[in-house]
């Protein structure tokens, strides 16, 4: 029997949608897809319960196997792409206020973050090589392709210990933690892949070098940008890059603040579980992210696909989804109040006692 609504997740698509009409408008209506995601968006989880509701497992099986879930992901890659043509072309219109060319930037930012990187993250978690391409060339369209690397390799073999890049500490601002994660998951990308040819007994320069492949195309996108349509359009497009790696790295923050792993008599971390990512369920954050706010059974086994990831009663959840989230990190005394006394109350939890005697980093 099938079961599921594959064509509910069509609601990201929204996004794209309000970032074809900002390139058409002018003044605030620019502002829409970012008035969408930040202010829209969090109201809206104010006002609706968390649901906590799992599929069945005979219906995983079902779901998992469902192609249309998968076809949706790949409708990402034109959508993006056309998009980022048509946003070359409407930045370099003259005379444009700054309202309307900041609002612009925004919406195409806005489709680094949700469509460059956090599709691209799903799809960079499949095991077809041709899925994995898809996600290097989201990725591509965000600058940020050694995430490929550090993240599958890297952030999920250590998320919520002290040696990750990208969990952040008790008591680390975001603004603290963009400048740490940034710089150190890009240097973390470029060890993985020197530890990995060594490994095959080639140098860390080899051409089979991943990092050194993504600079080359980063850097020719870049190019490209500059000579077809011009510096300006070049410092557009680069700051709407920056703002979906900020968008990246805000999630990230979110998502294992204060949380670490315990260390096991041999010395290893114990195996990442559900309670060492801070969860959401709220419905809409879940559709708009293709249930990357379900983080907690996303590390607790990475190959589930969107679609079937579980809701853990031992995770901890946040009180709100992911866009109210970020708005809040932004602000690190009110974060702090927040969550600090969140880390502390799960910690008294019987369900998260066991494995969690070790759970808080210290800022």
Same mark, same amino acid.
């Given at each position: 029997?099938?079961?599921?609504?594959?064509?509910?997740?069509?609601?990201?698509?929204?996004?794209?949608?309000?970032? $074809?009409?900002?390139?058409?408008?002018?003044?605030?209506?620019?502002?829409?897809?970012?008035?969408?995601?930040?202010?829209? /968006?969090?109201?809206?989880?104010?006002?609706?319960?968390?649901?906590?509701?799992?599929?069945?497992?005979?219906?995983? *099986?079902?779901?998992?196997?469902?192609?249309?879930?998968? $076809?949706?992901?790949?409708?990402?890659?034109?959508?993006?792409?056309?998009?980022?043509?048509?946003?070359?072309?409407?930045?370099?219109?003259?005379?444009?206020?700054?309202?309307?060319?900041?609002? +612009?930037?925004?919406?195409?930012?806005?489709?680094?973050?949700?469509?460059?990187?956090?599709?691209?993250?799903?799809?960079?978690?499949?095991?077809?090589?041709?899925?994995?391409?898809?996600?290097?060339?989201?990725?591509?369209?965000?600058?940020? =392709?050694?995430?490929?690397?550090?993240? *599958? +390799?890297?952030?999920?073999?250590?998320?919520?210990?002290?040696?990750?890049?990208?969990?952040?500490?008790?008591?680390?601002?975001?603004?603290? $933690?963009?400048?740490?994660?940034?710089?150190?998951?890009?240097?973390?990308?470029?060890?993985?892949?020197?530890?990995?040819?060594?490994?095959?007994?080639?140098?860390?320069?080899?051409?089979?070098?991943?990092?050194? +492949?993504?600079?080359?195309?980063?850097?020719?996108?870049?190019?490209?940008?500059?000579?077809?349509?011009?510096?300006?359009?070049?410092?557009?497009?680069?700051?709407?890059?920056?703002?979906?790696?900020?968008?990246?790295?805000?999630?990230?923050?979110?998502?294992?603040?204060?949380?670490?792993?315990?260390?096991?008599? &041999?010395?290893?971390?114990?195996?990442?579980?559900?309670?060492?990512?801070? *969860?959401?369920?709220?419905?809409?954050?879940?559709? =708009? /992210?293709?249930?990357?706010?379900?983080?907690?059974?996303?590390?607790?086994?990475?190959? +589930?696909?969107?679609?079937?990831?579980?809701?853990?009663?031992?995770?901890?959840?946040?009180?709100?989804?992911?866009?109210? =989230?970020?708005? /809040?990190?932004?602000?690190?005394?009110?974060?702090?109040?927040?969550?600090?006394?969140?880390?502390?109350? &799960?910690?008294?939890?019987?369900?998260?006692?066991?494995?969690?005697?070790?759970?808080?980093? *210290?800022?």
């Amino acid at each position: 029997m099938k079961v599921g609504n594959p064509y509910k997740y069509l609601t990201l698509f929204t996004l794209p949608a309000l970032a $074809f009409l900002s390139f058409f408008s002018y003044g605030w209506l620019c502002f829409l897809p970012i008035l969408y995601i930040f202010v829209f /968006l969090p109201l809206f989880e104010l006002l609706t319960r968390p649901d906590t509701s799992n599929h069945l497992p005979e219906q995983e *099986n079902s779901l998992a196997g469902q192609r249309v879930y998968d $076809f949706i992901l790949y409708a990402a890659v034109p959508v993006q792409y056309g998009l980022l043509m048509l946003f070359f072309l409407k930045v370099q219109e003259a005379e444009l206020s700054w309202t309307t060319l900041t609002g +612009r930037i925004t919406a195409m930012g806005l489709m680094c973050g949700v469509f460059g990187i956090n599709v691209g993250h799903e799809l960079g978690h499949r095991s077809r090589k041709y899925e994995q391409y898809m996600a290097q060339a989201l990725l591509l369209t965000s600058l940020y =392709m050694h995430f490929f690397i550090e993240h *599958n +390799r890297g952030h999920h073999k250590m998320a919520s210990t002290s040696e990750d890049p990208s969990t952040a500490r008790k008591n680390e601002s975001v603004y603290a $933690f963009w400048l740490r994660s940034g710089g150190h998951s890009y240097l973390s990308a470029w060890q993985l892949e020197k530890d990995r040819l060594h490994k095959q007994g080639k140098q860390a320069l080899h051409w089979q070098n991943q990092m050194l +492949r993504f600079q080359l195309y980063q850097f020719g996108l870049l190019l490209t940008v500059g000579l077809a349509f011009g510096l300006n359009v070049l410092m557009c497009f680069v700051a709407a890059a920056v703002m979906g790696m900020l968008l990246l790295e805000t999630v990230n923050y979110i998502e294992h603040y204060g949380l670490l792993r315990k260390v096991l008599n &041999n010395g290893r971390y114990e195996r990442v579980m559900p309670q060492h990512s801070w *969860n959401s369920n709220h419905p809409l954050g879940r559709l =708009m /992210l293709f249930e990357l706010s379900r983080h907690s059974d996303h590390h607790y086994k990475t190959s +589930r696909k969107y679609q079937i990831l579980r809701h853990h009663e031992q995770s901890p959840q946040m009180p709100t989804g992911y866009p109210g =989230m970020m708005i /809040l990190a932004l602000v690190p005394p009110l974060w702090f109040r927040l969550m600090n006394s969140r880390i502390e109350e &799960n910690l008294r939890s019987p369900i998260l006692k066991v494995g969690v005697t070790k759970s808080v980093v *210290n800022g």
